[in-house]
C-alpha cells in the first residue's frame, strides 16, 4: 500500500515558467511533508518542508502548498530553470505532538526536465 | 545545511561476500540515523532505524541477520551486508537528522553496490 503517492513520473516545462509537482498521501497520521531533490547516483537534498498546521510555506523560488483535506501538497518552482531538472521527491513523517515518528515515508519521485 | 558522508562510493563484490558501507555525520551529531534502499525508478525504501548505543529497528520485510547495522558512535553508523547476492544489487542511502534542525534528514551520497 503506497501511503505517498507522485502520479507523474516526468514533467517537462520550459525555463522561465512555472513548475507544478503534486504528491498525494493517504494516511491522515502524516503531520510533516518534505521535498526532496536527488540527481542521479547522488543522495537526496533537502528542499523545503510544511507542517500540518500550515498551508504555505515558501523559500525563494519555491513554495509548497498542503490542502489536508484533500491529503495533497504541491511544490511549485518559479521562475524555472535548467538547473532544477533532477528527480523531485515527496515526503511525509508522522511526528505527532509527542515526537511520535521520525520515519520518513517516500513517493516514488517526479523526474522534472527544465527546457532551455 | 549538515553534511553526510558515505563510504565508498560504489562497489562490486563477488556473490557470497560481505561488504561495509559506512555512513558519518560530518558536522553534527547524530542518534538516529536511516538506511534507505533505491531501485531504479523506484522510491526510497526504509531498511532501518540505526539508534546509538542500541540495537537498530528493521522495517517489516528486512532481514535484520542480513543486513547487520552497527552505531558505534554519534557520528558513525555502518551497514554490512552480509552474504550478498545478485538481488542486493542497489543503491545504499543513509540519512541523519541533525539536532539542531527539527524535522529535517540529511543524506549522503549513496553507495551504489553491485553484486556479481
Redesign the interface.
Known sequence: DQQ?KQNS?SLSVQEGRISILNCDYTNSMFD?F?W?KKYP??????LI?ISSIKDKNEDGRFTVFLNKSAKHLSLHIVPSQPGDSAVY?CAA?A?GTQGGS????????TKLTVNP | GAVVSQHPSRVICKSGTSVKIECRSLDFQATTMFWYRQFPKQSLMLMATSNEGSKATYEQGVEKDKFLINHASLTLSTLTVTSAHPEDSSFYICSARDPRSYNEQFFGPGTRLTVL
Open positions: 505517498v513520473p510533516y518534505l526532496y547516483a547522488e543522495g537526496p537534498t533537502f518542508s521527491f513523517s511526528r521520525e520515519k520518513l515515508v517516500f513517493g516514488k519521485g
